[in-house]
Every structure is written in structure tokens, then in C-alpha cells.
């Protein structure tokens, strides 16, 4: 079984500060992570993943995250916060990549601040 | 990225009638589509999984007669909610992967929002 926590349903952060958006997960086997952002009235976009080999990971727009084995986290980053971000984020993992089941989070939503 | 459309983007009906949500890959052959709903505050929970020109293989506690998933080609797969009831009211929406996707990556719509009165 796997099952993914969202710490904060709402971020604010100021334009040009730190992003930090929140992920824990179990999960029964080696997982796989993945971040997702949907801005309004839009789908689903995939900003990065882990699957295997390196822990830091890189993605769209600026965003990286790290896989913590030991933490269980896979938290999202990003240094300096651009109005454009706001948007509402969703962790999800997965036993195998692609056609397997996703399992979500509850969704951060995040606010820039002028 | 490829992109997947949703039609209608928002539907109000009234209980006991019938609503058909389609769910289209525009630009690729779509193997496999998803469909999961979404509550207000809560996460997004898959409902069923369709190959096409499979049946659809469907979650826990979703019930087959009620949400009739039909995915007769590598474009289209369609949502039937059948005798619609309030609580049916929710986010739907659709994802699709196909076999010429980057790591079989899932697409997703942009979600039908569906109220029953």
C-alpha cells in the first residue's frame, strides 16, 4: 500500500523567497516520486520525477527536489518564487513508473506574495 | 508534451439523468486512460484504469454500473455517470499514456466539473 502526506494545504511566500512545498510518503516497495502542478481551469503537468540513480532531482521552471530515503520525504524546491508559480502543487507516487497507479497527496496550494 | 482534452469542462444535470464526460489524446495514441475524481480539499483518487479495446479494470468501491468507462479507440475514452445523484458531484479527471510517450508518462486533462442537482 502506498499513501502520500502534504504538510500545508496553503503556502505563501514571497515573490524572490525560497520555495518549500512539503512530501512524505510510505510506501511497501522502492517508490517512485513524482511532483505535478495544476494552475486554474488546467490539466495536470508533470514538473519532475524520481525513478532511480541520482537522489537530487530537476525539473521544469526552476523546481528540483530530493528523494530521502531515510526521511521517507521527497520534498519540492525552488530558490527565488516567481508570481507565475502560483499555483496548486500534488505529490504522488507510484510503484512503477507510468501505467501504475498513482497515488496523490492532498494538493499544496501556493501563493506569491508581491 | 502532448496534450489531452476534456469535454464538456463543466456540466450541471439533474438527478437521475444520465452524463457522458469524454476524454481525448490530441497529438498521440493513447494505450491507456485513466479516469480519477477529485473532492474539494482532497486528493485525487483513481477510479478505473482502460485499455483500449479492453474493459475497464476498476478500483475498490467504484461502482461498474454506475460510472460505465468506455475506451473503443487510441483517442477517445468516455466517462458515463449513470442516475446521476448530488453526491456524484465532483472533479473529474482523465489522464492517458501511450506506448510513444517518454517513459509512458501520463497526460492529464484539465478536469469536468460535474454538479447534480
Known amino acids: 500500500a502506498q499513501s502520500v502526506t502534504q504538510l500545508g494545504s496553503h503556502v505563501s511566500v514571497s515573490e524572490g523567497a525560497l520555495v518549500l512545498l512539503r512530501c512524505n510518503y510510505s510506501s511497501s516497495v522502492p517508490p517512485y516520486l513524482f511532483w505535478y502542478v495544476q494552475y486554474p481551469n488546467q490539466g495536470l503537468q508533470l514538473l519532475l520525477k524520481?525513478?532511480?540513480?541520482?537522489?537530487l532531482v530537476k525539473g521544469i521552471n526552476g523546481f528540483e527536489a530530493e528523494f530521502k530515503k531515510s526521511e521517507t520525504s521527497f520534498h519540492l524546491t525552488k530558490p527565488s518564487a516567481h508570481m507565475s508559480d502560483a499555483a496548486e502543487y500534488f505529490c504522488a507516487v507510484s510503484p512503477n513508473f507510468g501505467n501504475e497507479k498513482l497515488t496523490f497527496g492532498t494538493g499544496t496550494r501556493l501563493t506569491i506574495i508581491p | 508534451g502532448a496534450v489531452v482534452s476534456q469535454h464538456p469542462s463543466w456540466v450541471i444535470c439533474k438527478s437521475g439523468t444520465s452524463v457522458k464526460i469524454e476524454c481525448r489524446s490530441l497529438d498521440f495514441q493513447a494505450t491507456t486512460m485513466f479516469w480519477y475524481r477529485q473532492f474539494p480539499k482532497q486528493s485525487l483518487m483513481l477510479m478505473a484504469t482502460s485499455n483500449e479495446g479492453s474493459k475497464a479494470t476498476y478500483e475498490q468501491g467504484v461502482e461498474k454500473d454506475k460510472f460505465l468507462i468506455n475506451h473503443a479507440s487510441l483517442t477517445l475514452s468516455t466517462l458515463t455517470v449513470t442516475s446521476a445523484h448530488p453526491e456524484d458531484s465532483s472533479f473529474y479527471i482523465c489522464?492517458?499514456?501511450?506506448?510513444?510517450?517518454?517513459?509512458?508518462?501520463?497526460?492529464f486533462g484539465p478536469g469536468t466539473r460535474l454538479t447534480v442537482l
Open positions: 489522464s492517458a499514456s501511450g506506448a510513444t510517450s517518454i517513459d509512458n508518462e501520463q497526460f
Open positions: 524520481y525513478t532511480t540513480g541520482a537522489t
